[in-house]
């Protein structure tokens, strides 16, 4: 569909759209410092969701987490260099954390905008070595970490799903183990958060299996040699070859096997839930909660969806603007998840194929994740506003309905004394005014006293 297609078809998206259009327009705004203002320009040219998402974070976290992320993307760029010999690469993952203290580093590798980050790495060093000491240290830790996961799988298939999950350790579940520690060493969350390593973790492996379900045809076709992420030991039971699924003769398999995948990522949503519940800072659960609803609204897109084996499957353009307007708290959280569970309900309740291995357990995990976050939600609109038939509620009540009928009661006294004669010419207009303003009270007091009987009329019914 056309984005124009697309925007008419749901326009109740449109006012999120023109927001987020203007907050990817405010993250285009560079800071000062050259250095920084490089940083930034090439993390809207990689990255242009977590841009925005990053530009909202308070600083220093803000340009910590901004190094962090350019830092693990150069990272990256050197696994995903499929030109580059192993015997290049090995060693340049393994000193890479090294590495980022030498100033001028450079290393040249990947394609487009990421040859660009490499070439120009020495700016993004010297930012590094501006940060406070505690977030280098957590992001040379986290990069050392990873450099050495991603070598311990250069030369080596993913096998089984305890290699699968490894891997996503490797490269999101540190991601995650990282961002955690730099949360709690800014003072924004609690000292806490810099030992959640097995939450953290979960994180990271959501956000990343998305991205490798939805991802499948893009990495098979990688020249000049396909990227397999997705374990033998799920893809082994539905086709002789990773890349057969991609064929169309294959796709009732293909699409079992998808189904496959999705289910194991989403076992890991309780977790992010509870990680996501520690949380106090707005803009910190901002940041981890945006990227948490969008890969549950891909993986409740993708599944059971062949499109995935034919192109990229991806939310609306239009619901990824509503995501980033409506997430401030646990609730907005709840109500996302809720409504990506309630797609795959439609799914796993008539659309998939009876004889779909996984079925079952889609369904149970689709119950299962249902209830958690309906309780939950529930559970925290309560905890929201005082608990109805306490005194602070019972006052507030009480408070709001004197209003409203002292607000009612003068409205309908209003223009009666005023509309007699003996009012001079000269103020006659005025006279006209008011005495076509009581109506318009008379009606909006009556719709307060309504609105603040509500609960009363609700509670008798
Ligand atoms: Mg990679």
Request: net charge neutral; proline share 5%; charged share 20%.
């Amino acid at each position: 569909m056309g984005k124009l297609a697309e925007i008419l078809s749901h326009p109740q998206e449109v006012p999120a759209l023109v927001r987020i259009y203007l907050a990817s327009k405010a993250a285009t705004k560079l800071p000062k410092d050259p250095q920084l203002a490089f940083c930034y320009e090439i993390l809207n040219n990689v990255s242009r969701s977590f841009a925005i998402v990053i530009q909202q974070l308070p600083n220093p976290l803000r340009d910590a987490i901004c190094v962090f992320y350019l830092v693990l993307r150069g990272l990256d760029t050197v696994e995903d260099d499929m030109a580059l010999p192993d015997s290049v690469k090995l060693p340049a993952l393994l000193s890479f954390h090294k590495d980022i203290y030498e100033r001028g580093f450079t290393l040249p590798c990947g394609y487009n905008h990421y040859k660009r980050l490499m070439a120009q790495f020495g700016t993004v060093v010297d930012v590094f070595l501006s940060l406070d000491p505690a977030f280098q240290l957590v992001i040379a830790n986290i990069t050392r970490r990873m450099g050495e996961g991603m070598a311990e799988f250069i030369t080596k298939e993913v096998e089984t799903v305890a290699e699968y999950d490894k891997y996503c350790h490797y490269v999101a579940g540190l991601v995650g183990i990282g961002l955690s520690q730099m949360f709690a060493r800014s003072g924004l969350e609690s000292p806490e958060f810099g030992a959640k390593e097995q939450l953290s973790n979960h994180m990271g492996l959501f956000l990343q299996k998305t991205n490798i379900i939805r991802d499948y045809l893009e990495d098979i076709l990688e020249e000049p040699a396909p990227r397999m992420f997705w374990p033998r030991a799920v893809w082994s039971r539905y086709a002789a070859k990773l890349s057969d699924l991609k064929e169309p003769g294959n796709r009732q398999a293909a699409v079992q096997c998808l189904n496959h995948m999705v289910v194991d990522a989403l076992q890991h949503l309780p977790a992010c839930v509870q990680y996501m519940e520690g949380l106090r800072d707005r803009q910190v659960f901002r940041f981890c909660a945006i990227p948490q609803i969008m890969a549950a609204g891909t993986l409740a897109l993708c599944y059971n969806n062949g499109a995935v084996f034919e192109g990229a499957v991806k939310m609306r353009r239009g619901q990824t603007a509503q995501v980033f307007d409506a997430c401030s708290d646990m609730g907005d959280l709840f109500r996302w998840f809720l409504t990506f569970l309630s797609l795959l309900d439609k799914k796993v309740s008539g659309q998939v194929h009876g004889d779909d291995p996984t079925l079952q357990q889609a369904q149970a995990l689709v119950a299962q994740h249902t209830q958690l976050c309906s309780t939950a939600l529930a559970k925290w609109q309560a905890s929201q506003q005082p608990a109805s038939g306490s005194i602070a509620a019972w006052v507030r009540d009480y408070l709001l309905l004197t209003l409203a009928a002292v607000y009612a009661y003068y409205a309908f006294q209003m223009g009666t004394s005023l509309t007699g004669g003996g009012v001079p010419e000269q103020l006659r207009g005025l006279v006209d005014v008011l005495a076509a303003a009581p109506l318009l009270h008379r009606l909006l007091s009556a719709l307060a006293l309504l609105f603040t009987l509500r609960p009363a009329i609700f509670a008798a019914r």
